[in-house]
């Protein structure tokens, strides 16, 4: 990360959030639909041809940038199902013969875990027997996602891209974990770094989950990990942004809301129909981002074709 910091600044405690004032935002968040968020594609209908085209005028200096973390196959405390890689081919009698052979793989993994970059579809988070816009949850069974799968951004997402560094607001190198991110930070973060979040966007805010396990260690991050507080859902809510990620799991744990434990989840894909992306790299876009005093970019990101799935691996590419 960048040298240039202000001063460091405590994180603020973190609060608690009743049930009750939980579902209360929730039933506002689902019935506050942006302007062209309509259907069962969500806020991807925010992502207009008009804002594609404009969101491609982004481009500078025509460098780009993954997103994502290498995809790892080793256990760890946040990672007890790694992903599965073997080599199936070649032999080694055919690593050494004349004559054509192949080299051939096989690749299997955990979608949701903990450590791997990957995007939430919008039948990923069922809430009180329903998914997105009241489609019946009995629609998922163990064996097949039957509504708002993968397959709705089978055309992948482009758009607009704007990273938003918490820590860098904070004047400290990551979040610790259990930190948690409110809607006033995300504005103050607007103010100091020049930018605002419009319509459409694909915001990504950086709480510094990378960074600290990389100086640390890994860690079990579902019993500690900084996140986002549910009210600063009314943030995206309010901007009508049409993706979000971040470098951790969007969501703060332990969940301030008793009783539910995944409370922007819910408040992102299940009232509010926004794709997520959990547990991308933000750490070499912060960087480039900074030198070049630019937090808005083109971004591309191109979930694998898997038409009834949950979720998938993916890459987001920024190109400045």
Excluded: K
């Amino acid at each position: 990360m960048s040298t240039h910091r202000p001063p460091a600044s405590p994180s603020p405690p973190p609060h608690r959030m009743s049930e009750a004032a939980f579902r209360a935002l929730y039933r506002r968040l689902r019935e506050q639909v942006p302007t062209g968020a309509t259907g069962h594609r969500g806020t991807l209908g925010l992502l207009t041809p008009e804002r594609v085209v404009a969101a491609a005028g982004e481009v500078r200096s025509g460098r780009t940038v993954s997103l994502a973390a290498p995809i790892e196959t080793a256990p760890g405390p946040d990672n007890p199902e790694p992903a599965t890689h073997r080599m199936i081919a070649p032999t080694c009698e055919e690593s050494t013969s004349h004559g054509l052979h192949f080299a051939r793989d096989r690749f299997a993994m955990n979608v949701h875990g903990d450590a791997d970059s990957h995007l939430d579809a919008l039948c990923h988070v069922m809430f009180d027997g329903e998914l997105y816009g009241g489609v019946p949850a009995s629609t998922v069974t163990p064996d097949h996602a039957g509504a708002l799968t993968l397959d709705l951004v089978r055309d992948g997402i482009v758009g607009r891209g704007v990273l938003l560094d918490i820590p860098r607001l904070r004047g400290v190198p990551w979040l610790e974990p259990g930190a948690q991110v409110t809607a006033e930070d995300l504005e103050a973060a607007e103010t100091a770094q020049g930018v605002t979040v419009g319509p459409g966007d694909l915001l990504f805010v950086r709480v510094g989950h990378r960074s600290r396990r990389r100086s640390l260690g890994a860690w079990d991050p579902a019993q500690a990990r900084a996140g986002l507080h549910p009210e600063a859902m009314r943030f995206p809510a309010e901007r009508g942004v049409g993706v979000l990620g971040s470098d951790g799991n969007n969501d703060a744990a332990p969940s301030p809301v008793p009783g539910v434990d995944y409370p922007v989840h819910v408040l992102a894909v299940n009232a509010m129909g926004v794709h997520l992306l959990d547990y991308l790299d933000l750490e070499e876009l912060a960087e480039v981002c900074s030198e070049a005093a630019r937090w808005h970019f083109l971004c591309v990101v191109a979930p694998l074709r898997l038409p009834s799935a949950t979720g998938s691996p993916v890459n987001p590419i920024a190109v400045l």
